[in-house]
């Protein structure tokens, strides 16, 4: 564990501009929250059985708001470390466009309702993951893991790996192996997928202090790190298939997507970007991890609607 480090200054000053839909919009990373809501929708679209179109829609529709309020409290408490951050400095609280009390209020009014809706709308133990995944980001990730610790992805990636199993007890009520194992998933993507991106904004990392893996253990371990996980990835990945949850679609699916993912982890662990090559091995990787999760959970889907 390192120690934790020293803000970089005071909480930023008092808004001067007032702020708009948008900017609390772009508290809830819509991005980010884009992957979390379709890995969401696609855990309830593949789990046994069947669920409203109104309460599935309402149970996807928590999923989003329990993201964004988490969005907005990692915003507001790292509104100093984001005024730092080359990446993150456009944000709204860094740009002063609101007040930082009104980012955690928003926050915490968008938690709030969304744990109170899946719980009285959908159902209770999908409440309480929901509540829990918030809790995860909020807090273990956002306030104890990242300033404290390189683990922090490793570890922190839990957070974002409970919307597939958030979606698939909306529908049946409880939890088996196969959410279990869509968690792993995306628990084990996270690490080469926040690294590969971690390689190339490293000196924003290291200017504000935060003790991301690059940045404390150095690029060789962390590059050598993505291969072990890229390479464990494609074992878990194969798993769901393995016990029999999933059909062929998905089987073969995993088995292309995850050797693709490998295969670009090698030039990221080994440095073999040509001189010429337009986009940085790491660069290509990240771009891919996207692509990779919205196709495997795609696939997911598929095998479901097709073989049932």
């Not at 089987?251 to 693709?260: K, R, T």
Request: charge should be positive; glycine fraction near 8%.
């Amino acid at each position: 564990m390192t120690q934790a480090p020293t803000p970089l200054a005071a909480a930023p000053a008092a808004a001067t501009m007032p702020a708009e839909w948008r900017d609390f919009y772009a508290l809830t990373k819509p991005r980010v929250m884009s992957l979390v809501v379709f890995t969401g929708l696609c855990g309830l679209l593949a789990a046994p059985g069947s669920i409203h179109p109104i309460i599935g829609f309402t149970a996807v529709l928590c999923i989003a708001l329990g993201a964004g309020g988490a969005a907005a409290l990692n915003q507001w408490w790292e509104a100093d470390l984001d005024a730092g951050m080359k990446r993150t400095a456009q944000r709204p609280l860094p740009l002063k466009k609101m007040r930082r009390e009104d980012a955690r209020d928003f926050g915490l009014l968008l938690s709030g309702a969304s744990i109170m809706v899946m719980g009285l709308a959908v159902h209770w133990l999908a409440a309480i993951i929901l509540a829990i995944s918030i809790f995860y980001y909020a807090v273990v990730y956002t306030i104890w893991l990242k300033p404290r610790t390189p683990q922090n992805i490793v570890i922190g990636g839990g957070a974002g790996a409970f919307p597939p199993l958030i979606g698939w007890v909306a529908v049946t009520g409880d939890i088996t192996a196969m959410p279990l194992l869509l968690f792993a998933i995306i628990f084990v993507w996270t690490p080469p997928h926040f690294w590969a991106l971690a390689l190339f904004v490293q000196t924003d990392y290291a200017r504000v202090g935060i003790p991301m893996m690059p940045v404390v253990a150095g690029e060789k371990s962390t590059r050598r790190q993505i291969l072990a996980y890229s390479v464990l990835l494609l074992a878990v990945s194969l798993l769901p298939w393995a016990i029999g949850g999933t059909g062929a679609i998905y089987g073969v699916s995993a088995l292309v997507l995850s050797a693709l993912f490998l295969a670009l982890s090698l030039p990221v662990a080994f440095r073999m970007a040509a001189p010429d090559d337009a986009m940085k091995p790491e660069k290509r990787l990240f771009a891919w991890s996207v692509i990779y999760l919205f196709a495997l959970f795609t696939a997911l889907v598929a095998d479901r609607m097709i073989l049932t």
